[in-house]
C-alpha cells in the first residue's frame, strides 16, 4: 500500500496522522485554563502567528481550522517559550524549543520553512530511492534502463574490453616466445663452447690416460651438452604450446563476431518492436479503470459490501 | 615477397602474422590493415604478392575489397585468400564468384594457412 504525501510528510516530521494523533491535537487548547486565556491576552495568537507556526512545523491549514478555542486577535504579540513547547508538544511530540521568536521577524521564517521543505523533499526522494532499490532487489521492479542495464551496452563493452585484453595477453605470449628465442640463441652459444671443451678433454684424456681430472671434465662436459639439449627440447615443446595458444584465441575473434550477431538480433528486434507499439502521435490519455472485476486485489468490493456500502450512504 | 593482412580484430591480424613467420617471413613482410578501405589504401599506395583478408568488416567488407581489387587498380591479378568465419557454403560460393584464390575458415591452423598459401603461390 502507498503511502500519500501527507503520510510521509508526517512521518519525516514524526507526526502520525492517524485519528487518536487529531484528538491529541484539540487538548492544547482545551487544557489550558480559560481563566489563564483571559488573563494573560499575549498568549492569543494572531492569524499570522498561526500561518508562521504552521509553516514550521507542517500543520496543514486544516488542522489550524480545527482549533476551535483560539480567538481571532490583530494584535500583534510576542509568544514565550512555555507557550512555544506546549504548541509543539500538542502537534506531535517535538520537544525541541526553539529560541524564543518574535513571530514578526517573517524573513527568517520563511527561511526556515524553505529550508525545513528542502529537507523534507531530500529525505522523501531518498526514502523513494531505497525503496526502489528494494524493489529492484526483490525483481519486482526491472533495473533502471541505465548505460551499465542496456544489454546493447554491456555487450559493446564486453566485446571491445576482451579484445583490447586479448591484445594483451597476445603480447605477453610474444613475449615469452621471443625471449625463448633468445635462451636459444643463448645456448647455442653454450653449446658450440661445449663442443670445443668436449673434444679438448676427450684429446687430453686420451693423451694422459693416467690424469683422471681428465676424463671427469670431459665426463661433465657431456653432462652439460646434454642438459643444453634437454634445454632446448624443453623450450621447443614451450614454444609449439605458445604458438597453440596463439592459434586458440582466434576464438576471442569468434566469440566477438558472435556477441556482435547478438547484437544486431537486439537492435532489430528493438526496431520493430518500437514500429510495432508506436502509433500516429494523435491519441489522447484516456482514463483507465484502476479496479476491474477480476482483478486479485484486496481493495476490490464484492455484491455484498458494495450493497452494505449503499445502504449505508443512503442512510445518510 | 610482400603480404598483406586484412582483419578488423588486432588479435587476429597479430595471430596471421604469427603464423606467416612461423612459414619464414619476417615482420617487414607483411603490412596490417583493419578494413577493407585502409587496405585500398595501402593497394594504391604500394606493391603486394598476396592478399589475406577477412569478410566481415567494418566501412569496406572484405567481400567488397575482393570486388574492387579484382575491378580496379594495380592488383587485379593478385593472390587473394579469405579468412573468415562464415562457413557456409553460399558464402564460399559468393566468395569465390568475386574472385578470391581460397577459402579458409576460421579457426583455422598453421598448417592449413601454409598449405594454402603454397597453392595459392604455385598458381
Known sequence: MSMSQEEIEALMNGIELDAGDSDDEEPVVDDTPEDNMQEVPSEVLSEDDIESLISQNNVTADDVAEEPTIAEDDSNTTINDDDIEAMLASIGGITETPTPVKVVEQPKKQAQTAKTVQDNHKEIEEIGSSWASKKVEEGIFPYPAAKDHKPLNQLSEVANDSEEKASKIFDVLSFILDENNVIQQESKKLDEFLNKQIALMQALSNKFPNIAVFDANHQSALELKNSVKIINSRVDAENMQLFEAMELMQFHDINRQKIERVMAVIRKLSGYLNNLFEDDGSHKEVAVAKHIHGDENSDLVGGDDLEALIAEFNKQ | ?123
Request: proline content about 2%.
Open chain 2, 1 to 123: 615477397m610482400k603480404i598483406l593482412i586484412v582483419d578488423d580484430s588486432s588479435t587476429m591480424r597479430r595471430i596471421i602474422g604469427n603464423v606467416v613467420m612461423q612459414l619464414g617471413f619476417s615482420k617487414s613482410d607483411f603490412d596490417e590493415a583493419e578494413d577493407g578501405v585502409k587496405a585500398w589504401k595501402l593497394l594504391t599506395e604500394g606493391t603486394y604478392d598476396i592478399v589475406l583478408t577477412d569478410w566481415n568488416m567494418p566501412n569496406m567488407n572484405g567481400l567488397e575489397l575482393v570486388q574492387k581489387i579484382r575491378k580496379e587498380g594495380t592488383h587485379t591479378k593478385i593472390p587473394i585468400i579469405m579468412i573468415t568465419t562464415e562457413g557456409g557454403k553460399a558464402e564460399v560460393v559468393t566468395a569465390l564468384k568475386a574472385g578470391v584464390n581460397n577459402y579458409i575458415v576460421k579457426p583455422f591452423s598453421a598448417e592449413i594457412l601454409k598449405e594454402k598459401l603454397d597453392g595459392v603461390m604455385k598458381k
